[in-house]
Structures are given as structure tokens and as C-alpha cells.
């Protein structure tokens, strides 16, 4: 999960060497990465995620810090594996599961059991990107300083709470270069996806086969972008737009989250637009006076806003939805904080986690646009009429959350063009809040003619593999395991 930036899998992205490099392959490696042996060993228990079973081996691979200096100073990419349990193995499955700042070795074990068909002909494999967890990951701030910024206004409403908003940003951005050095040059998607050919070659397999999730879809775009003649099985789902800019996909977001708000008050019976107005005054509301909650934190709007929001992600959790907004105009912000402290990995004790900060640390050094508290001002409007819930919130966001990086960002928008690659199968739900499910017909028609074959999805919640469609999974395990391509368009019901 990501916010516009944050709230979904977001990260423009590019060929940083696409000039000498692209539609080419890994091959002027040294021999000293793409022979490297790598020493699979139990997995160990981490801060955020206890060991995993016996049946996984975790191992570290060696990756250039720079990929225009391969020969250079190289860093430390863990991976996660489950070997095939089957016979007649294909070779690896290489899974990202988004952000970008997920961590794919923490989160490979538990989305195995969804998967168990496809481990009978492929070893199950994931990895933390450079910049996340075990993999360099980079914490911009501590614990005391995250809760402070809670209280920072996120949608400002005088120049105090503008510059305060400001401030913050830039401070965060102080923090991520002082922890991370020189790597915050170095952690782009392109970087990524360029690892990923490094693995490939490393894991012994000829071709790259592929399950990307959300921020995923972006960076296996990029990587079939790199190397088309290297794609095997490629699926892409959760689909983000490849030909949005930043304000571009704020908006989207905005549009898709309050797609999903609507389709949520339907199900409770309610008018959509009636009750997006009764939640956009409550918002209002606790933006004037925060509400309190068990704890003695106060519920302030971008806490709630937040609150919301995880929800929407999974039809299943639609009832809790209904349960913290009844609590909440009541004037206890208990349920809504708490929803937001999931969504912001905040634990009991008020230790949060930094996937968020790998998350920024990776869009802001992608995203070369940098919209001006003035942009968001011409535009706040146009994102309210869009959602008067979640608008406000992404167009401010889109102004915030790169403001000041010390950094450059590299691309407008990501290349994902993929002339000669193998058929990939792009999967759109129409449900999708979080990356709407106009963006899967975008990325295939980037992918490019004979490359990008849409399925689509008419269903609820962020992704469709293993969201209970029998015709999804099927059509999804049929193109991975026997190598069967849907028609182009085909529809799940």
C-alpha cells in the first residue's frame, strides 16, 4: 500500500540507462554477480515478521550499489525461497508485492498458502528492493518524531498550517538523506528492475517469469521495458497507470478511492452521495476539533482520512468501516485511530515500521515532477468535485510529498514499452480503490500490441488473484503453468 504516492503502488519510473541499455540484458555484469553462488540458510526472525517455517531458506545476493558501475562497491538484496514441491518444475517465480517499500521476504510466507498450486512447478521466490528492510532498508525518522507529524495538518487551511506542512516535508527528506547516504541516489525502480535481471541470471533461469502486485505491476512494466527478449510469464495485477504523472495518479486515486466509498455506501444501503456528504462533514469536523480516543491520542483528519481509506482496500472489512464511522459521530475517534495504525504499521507499544520510508525514498528519487503548494491551490477544486472525501487529501499530497527532496527525481512518467516480449497478462478489477482499474488497459496498451493482454475483473477490493474469483485463478494458473494466453479482454464475472 502507498499513499498517491501513499495510497497505492505508485512510483513513475524509467530507464535511468535506457539510452545504452534498453530492450538489452544484464550481460556486461561481471562474472563476479551473475556466477555468484548464493548460500541458501534458514531464514531468521526479523522486527516486523517471526521465522518462517521449515520450508523456507533465505539467502543474500550481491547487487551493484550504482548499475552504470557494476564493477563498483556492490550492496546486500535479501531473498526468500520455497523450493517446488512438485514435479515437472518451470523454474522461479519472482513475486513483488508493492508499496513501493514492501517487503517481499516478510511477506512471501503468508501469501504462499494462496499460491500452493503454483508452487507444485515453480519455486516460490521474493525479495526486499534495495532500500526496503534487509535489503539497505532506511529509517528516516524515529518513533517520537512519526507521532508528532500525526498532528501536522495534511490538508492546510491557513499559511501556518501550509508552512508547518511544508516544513515537515522537507525534515523528512533531511532524515531519509542522513540515513541513507549515498544509496538515496541509487534505489530507483529501474535500479530494481535491473536487480531483478540480475536474479534471474543468478537463479539459473533462461527466461524471467514473473507475479507483480500493485507498485509490482509498475516495476515489472519497467523490467519488460529493459529486457523484452527476457520475459517468460509475466502477470501484472492491481495495475498501476503507467502514463499518469504524479498529479495524474493523485487523481486517479482519488477517483478510484472514492469509487470504492460509493460501491461500500450502496452495500450499507445508502445513498452515495448523501453519505459521502454526512463523511465529508464529519471530516470536517475533526479537523476543527480532533476527537478522543481510548488512548488519550486524539483522532486528527488525516488520521481519520487514513482510517478510512484502509478499509476500502478488501470488501472484507467493510463492516468495520460501518462500526468506526458510527463510533466516530458519536465523538469517539477510537476505531478510526485504530484502523489508521495499521495502515501507518504503528504497534501497541508506539513503534511504527518504515515501509513508508522506503516508499518515499524510492517514488520521490522516481517522480521528477514536483508539484508547488500553488499548483495544488489551482487545482483543489477539480480534486474536490472528483471526492470531497479523499480529494482534498491527494491533492495536497501530491504537493507534500516530495517537496524539498534532496534529490532529483528522474521521469514524468515510467517506460514500459515492450516490443518483442512474450504475451503479459495484465489483470483489472473494476473495484480496485487504489489503483483504478483504468490503468490495466493503459499498461497493456503500452506493453504494446501483441504484448499486453488484459483480464479483467468485476469485483471489489485492491487485486483480483485470490480474491475469491474461481474464473480469475484459474485463468491466471492456466497462463502460468501451461503457458495458456486468455484472449485479450476477456471478462471475469
Known sequence: MARS????????????LAAGCGGGSSG???ASLTEQKLDWGR????????APGDDWQCATLKAPLDWSKPDGR?????????????????GSLLFNFGGPGGSGVSGMPGYAPLVSRLREHYDLVSFDPRGVAASEGVRCRGDREIQ?????????????EERAFLADSTAFGKGCQKAAGELMAHV???????DMDLMRQVLGDAKMHYFGISYGTELGGVYAHLFPRNVGRLVLDAVVDPT????????????GFQRALDDYLKSTGRDPKQGTREIADLLRRIDANPLPTSSGRKLTQTLAVTGIVLPLYSEQSWPSLTSALASAERGDGTELLALADVYNERDPSGHYGTSSHSQRLISCLDDKQRPTPQDTRARLADFERVSPVFGPFLAWDAAGWCHDWPVPGQYDTPQVSAPGAAPILVVGNTGDPATPYEGARRMADELGR???????????GHGAYGSGSTCVDSTVNAYLLRGTVPKDGTTCR
Open 188 to 194: 530507483s525502480t529501474t535500479d530494481t528492475a535491473r
Open 43 to 50: 531464514c531468521e526472525a526479523t522486527d516486523d515478521s517471526p
Open 5 to 16: 504516492i501513499r495510497w497505492a503502488a505508485l512510483a513513475t519510473a524509467g530507464a535511468l
Open 244 to 255: 499518469g504523472d504524479a498529479v495524474g495518479h493523485a487523481e486517479n486515486q482519488a477517483r
Open 450 to 460: 501483441n504484448v499486453g493482454v488484459v483480464l479483467t475483473w468485476q469485483g471489489e
Open 28 to 30: 556486461s555484469s561481471p
Open 74 to 90: 556492490t550492496i546486500g538484496l535479501a531473498m526468500i525461497r520455497a523450493k517446488a514441491d512438485g514435479g515437472d518444475r518451470i
Open 148 to 160: 508528532a507529524a500525526e498532528a501536522i495538518d495534511a490538508t492546510p487551511d491557513t499559511p501556518a
